[in-house]
């Protein structure tokens, strides 16, 4: 079984610019959450996705978005970007009984 | 208010040691969920364990055990004949039930675990 897919692995981009990141959830997983993690703040709550729905939401500014397709893919946009974006993103999914979430890899993003 | 806290920065033991990674966890709901993951340099974190309020019982799997105990607030993890692939970040987390069938997840500041050959 395929586990949490998340594309690109490692992007850099310039101060200003936008980003997009796409997370493929387990097979069967509809929920889809986001968290940043820095060496500063540690591991952050992003925001979840169920069913399309944003259900939950973490202390980020307007700037970081997100949003879930029919399929379950998800996808979260970071715009005008700056210095301190720069960090591993991290997607996880969870099955739809219980709530153990499993991590993808992650993108690495560093903004220059 | 809900908080993990993992003292421990970072621990560096020598091959075969046993090594413990301490967590401790503030919540006010009576049901809720911990877990341990681990983060190699890869980025991933992987699962380890999860444990409910209501299941005290400790576990051993191999060479991993958890201790869990309410009274103090605490849900341990040991590794026991520590190897060179157990380096890695360590994460505890707290989950709660959130509105919705939606679940809140708390990650402690995690535990570089060294283990030197």
């Known amino acids: 079984k395929a586990g949490v897919t998340q594309t690109p692995r490692y992007l850099i981009k310039t101060r200003g610019q936008q980003v997009t990141l796409s997370c493929s959830p387990i097979?069967?997983?509809?929920?889809v959450s986001w968290y940043q993690q820095t060496p500063g703040q540690g591991l952050q709550f992003l925001f979840e996705?169920?069913?399309?729905?944003?259900?939950n939401k973490g202390n980020f500014p307007g700037r970081f978005s997100g949003r879930q397709f029919s399929n379950s893919r998800s996808e979260m946009n970071v715009s005008t970007l700056e210095l301190g974006d720069s960090a591993l993103y991290l997607c996880?999914?969870?099955?739809?009984?219980?709530?153990?979430?499993?991590f993808g890899e992650g993108s690495w993003l560093t903004v220059v | 208010a809900q908080k993990v806290t993992q003292a421990q920065t970072e621990i560096s033991v020598v091959e075969k040691e046993d090594v413990t990674l301490d967590c401790v966890y503030e919540?006010?709901?009576?049901?809720?969920?911990l877990f341990w993951y681990k983060q190699p340099p890869s980025g991933e974190l992987v699962f380890l364990i999860r444990?409910?309020?209501?299941?005290?019982q400790n576990e051993i799997s191999g060479r991993y055990s958890w201790n869990f105990q309410k009274s103090t607030s605490s849900f341990n993890f040991t590794i026991t004949a520590s190897q060179v692939v157990d380096s890695a970040v360590y994460f505890c987390?707290?989950?709660?039930?959130?509105?919705?069938?939606?679940?809140?997840?708390?990650f402690g500041t995690g535990t570089r675990l060294k283990v030197l050959a």
């Open positions: 919540t006010r709901d009576t049901t809720y969920y």
């Open positions: 996880a999914s969870r099955p739809p009984s219980g709530n153990t979430i499993y």
């Open positions: 987390a707290l989950s709660e039930a959130g509105l919705s069938g939606t679940y809140k997840y708390i």
């Open positions: 996705y169920f069913s399309e729905t944003q259900r």
């Open positions: 097979s069967g997983h509809r929920s």
């Open positions: 444990r409910n309020s209501f299941d005290e």
